[in-house]
């Protein structure tokens, strides 16, 4: 699965994985949230950041908005109306930056005072969604639309309190006993409802907990109590259905579930790896500038955490290695949704179709990376600063790395053979800039870099890791397989069925090459056939299409009629006159296959494409859109670009999915190796040449005392 955020605060305050869970909140610089007092944290789990970010001030007008900003914006809420009246019924469901236009951004220099800083807020007030702004040095509120249907992003509390209804419920308790796992065994997960065309789910903010048996192990995904649903409303935590099947499916058994390190066992031959590290003995080759702004080998972008997005890098721009000038490329760039449908109709899966930025929030799930093991030793680290229910900032210390990163590959190189008698042999080493972050929604776990090249490249790529979302079942061999009946999966151990799924990250990129002034062109390579007569029949010749307009710039990406997608500036060419442009160019990725009128396709539409291109819209932030919990699908990328609003000679944001099918396997159990593809921007005539001719060889006498052992 992918998305939920463990429970299990007052059944067992003392596992570890709760209170790696937990940390976030109670980081928090201010006094912790209500809720925190359920838990007890361990101080070796309190990480000390080496940051203290109290007196942080905003130097970028793109900056998180900082711990003294997030408490004005919060004090004044407090006092606007009709929120005074009762300032602890306000519930905060976010509280971040509202960027500054981007024509502000684009003008602004270091130095310069900084535009008007702006908080944009989703709050709760007696059941309602408000979204607003707030002009912080004013003091003023003003109250912008909401969507017609959904609502915001779950707060951490609602995961944990809607986790812990059920155990209200006398029924629950029964049918736990009843399968013969103790109460103070149990982790629940909250499981996102979706929305299915019921009358119920317009009204009411819905949850399904589904439980698990943590006896025995601390990976207690694979032990589920198969065939418990329990509908929770998120407001009220009343239980309002109980699905209780299953009760003859057994618990699988926690051997051989724990993936931890001690626990993990096995045979020594498995383990033949000695330590590694990546050394740079004069130091790395990147700064950080005032917090957020990374500089490195001629690239300069911003870099922050969100709550929602994760990651989110800002005015990338490479220097041009002839005439020095920085060359803008992405104005902005982040995961602004993903989309994860089971595919498993039955009772206690089909609505298993998670949304895990708008619905979880993709940042707030983002854990702190684990030194050494997660980046390399040569990393640095960046906190992000969240919101509370309440209101309250808190840090999540070490959530984005950034690091140089050498795979022992190869910029480019060439040799000269015997045959043209010249004695060359120039290769150069392929050293990369790093941008990570890894967010744990519950079992899985994803990892998403954004590393930046010296070859003008920025590829973006996303890891799947962690744990399945397992099935129980009476199979402990494929023989026992029924003849006529749907398994959904992959029996991955006695009892546990991996169910089929797939994933999706819709990436927002906001391309501005060389300036705002863009198209998209698909470059078309189609076969041509010769006049009769000649040596050859065919050949493949390519075309070049500008879209008008959005719907022409809807993809399908297609093996036998391939197409180049550029974002060419529609203004400037090269010295010989080629448009200056950047391409998105696909790897590995997976097509949404389900109905288009699937409830959850209808609300993952903007999956439907591999490549969206639309007019840039500040509201059009959200693929899924802005409420995307258990919303109708009626503000989504698809939505948008059915509009079909010219894209012609403007400023244009070029929207890709990335997209895994995963058929699980048993080396998938008890815990995923990473599955990895990716997508590059990549400069198509935008530099007048090679631009990394100038890199310099590496040479033994400047690299530290490591011999090449593997070499003697
Ligand atoms: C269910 O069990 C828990 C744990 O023993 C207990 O705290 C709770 O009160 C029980 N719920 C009901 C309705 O009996
Ligand atoms: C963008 O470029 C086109 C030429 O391709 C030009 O006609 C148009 O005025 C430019 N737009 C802006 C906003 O500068
Ligand atoms: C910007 O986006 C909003 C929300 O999709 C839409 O209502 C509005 O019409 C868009 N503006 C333009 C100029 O397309």
């Given amino acids: 699965m992918d998305s939920s955020v463990l429970y299990r605060s007052i059944l067992c305050v003392c596992s570890a994985l709760l209170l790696i869970f937990t940390l976030s909140w109670l980081q928090t610089p201010t006094a912790p949230p209500t809720f925190s007092r359920l838990f007890t944290p361990h101080p070796k789990l309190i990480q000390s950041s080496a940051h203290h970010h109290e007196s942080d001030i905003p130097r970028h007008p793109l900056d998180p908005l900082t711990i003294s900003e997030i408490t004005a914006a919060r004090a004044i809420l407090f006092s606007h109306p009709p929120f005074s009246s009762s300032p602890s019924s306000l519930i905060f469901h976010s509280l971040a930056l509202d960027e500054p236009d981007k024509s502000a951004v684009l003008s602004w220099s270091s130095g310069d005072s900084l535009p008007p800083r702006r908080a944009s807020v989703v709050v709760r007030f007696k059941g309602e969604a408000h979204l607003l702004a707030i002009d912080l040095a004013k003091g003023s509120v003003s109250s912008l639309p909401t969507p017609a249907t959904g609502f915001p992003t779950m707060t951490i509390e609602d995961m944990t309190s809607s986790a812990a209804a059920p155990l209200l419920d006398a029924a629950f308790n029964r049918s736990i006993i009843a399968r013969g796992v103790r109460i103070s065994d149990l982790a629940c997960l909250p499981v996102s409802s979706g929305w299915f065309g019921r009358e119920i789910e317009n009204r009411r903010r819905l949850i399904k907990v589904q439980c698990y048996s943590s006896e025995g192990t601390a990976n207690f995904y694979m032990r589920p109590i198969e065939g418990l649903t329990v509908l929770v409303d998120m407001d009220t935590k009343e239980v ?125 799930q983002a854990m702190p990376l684990i030194p050494l093991n997660d980046c390399p030793r040569n990393a640095y680290y960046m906190d992000g600063i969240f919101i509370a229910a309440d209101g309250r900032p808190y840090v999540r210390s070490n959530m984005i790395c950034v690091f140089e990163s050498y795979a022992g590959d190869i910029g480019w190189r060439h040799s ?67 003849a006529k009946q749907d398994t959904y999966g992959t029996l991955l151990s006695e009892n546990i069925i991996g169910v089929i799924h797939d994933h999706f990250i819709t990436f927002h990129l906001d391309m501005d090459v060389d300036g705002t002034n863009n198209s998209f062109v698909k470059v078309g390579l189609a076969r041509q056939d010769t006049n009769a007569g000649q040596p050859r029949r065919s050949y493949l010749k390519a ?66 494409n591999q490549i969206w291109v639309t007019p840039r819209n500040k509201t059009e932030e959200w693929a899924g859109g802005l409420f995307v919990y258990q919303n109708q699908g009626e503000d989504t990328l698809a939505v948008w670009s059915e509009r079909d609003r010219s894209i012609e000679s403007k400023d244009i944001v070029l929207w890709y999915t990335l997209g895994f099918h995963h058929i699980p396997c048993q080396e998938d159990f008890p815990i995923m190796p990473t599955v990895s593809s990716s997508f590059d921007l990549k400069p198509v005539n935008f530099f007048e040449r090679n631009p990394i001719l100038r890199s310099p060889p590496n040479m033994e006498k400047d690299l530290p005392v490591c011999t090449a052992a593997a070499s003697a």
């Avoid at 590290?277 to 990147?286: A, D, M, T, W």
Wanted: aromatic content about 10%; charged content about 25%; hydrophobic content about 35%.
């Fill in 240 to 364: 309002v259905q109980i699905n209780d099947e299953g009760g003859d499916i057994p618990i699988p058994k926690s051997t051989g579930t724990d993936y931890r390190y001690e626990a993990a066992g096995g045979n020594e031959m498995a383990r033949p790896l000695r330590p590694i590290s990546i050394e740079q003995p004069e130091g790395p080759s990147f700064d950080v500038v005032d917090g957020h702004r990374v500089r490195w080998a001629g690239w300069e972008f911003h870099l922050k955490a969100d709550a929602r997005a994760g990651l989110v890098v800002s005015s990338a721009g490479v220097a041009d290695p002839v005439s020095g000038e920085r060359r803008s490329v992405l104005y902005k760039g982040y995961a602004s949704e993903l989309f994860v449908p089971y595919m498993d109709p039955t009772d206690a899966w089909y609505f298993k179709t998670y949304m895990d930025a708008g619905e979880y929030g993709f940042g707030l």
């Fill in 416 to 482: 000269e053979s015997p045959i043209t008698g010249l004695e060359i042999r120039e290769a150069r080493p392929k050293v990369t800039l790093v941008a990570r972050m890894a967010a744990s929604v519950a079992n899985y776990d994803y990892i998403v870099d954004w590393e930046f090249q010296t070859d003008g490249i920025i590829r973006v790529k996303v890891g799947l890791s962690g744990i399945l979302m397992v099935k129980g079942a009476p199979y402990t061999h494929v023989k026992h397989f029924p």
């Fill in 543 to 608: 075309t070049r299409h500008v879209a008008r307009t959005e719907k022409e710039a809807q993809i399908k990406l297609k093996l036998y009629e391939p197409y180049e997608f550029h974002v060419v500036n529609a203004e400037k060419t090269t010295r010989l006159g080629n448009p200056v442009g950047y391409k998105v160019v696909p790897a590995g990725t997976a097509a949404a296959l389900l109905d288009p009128n699937d409830p959850p396709q209808l609300r993952g539409a903007f999956t439907n």
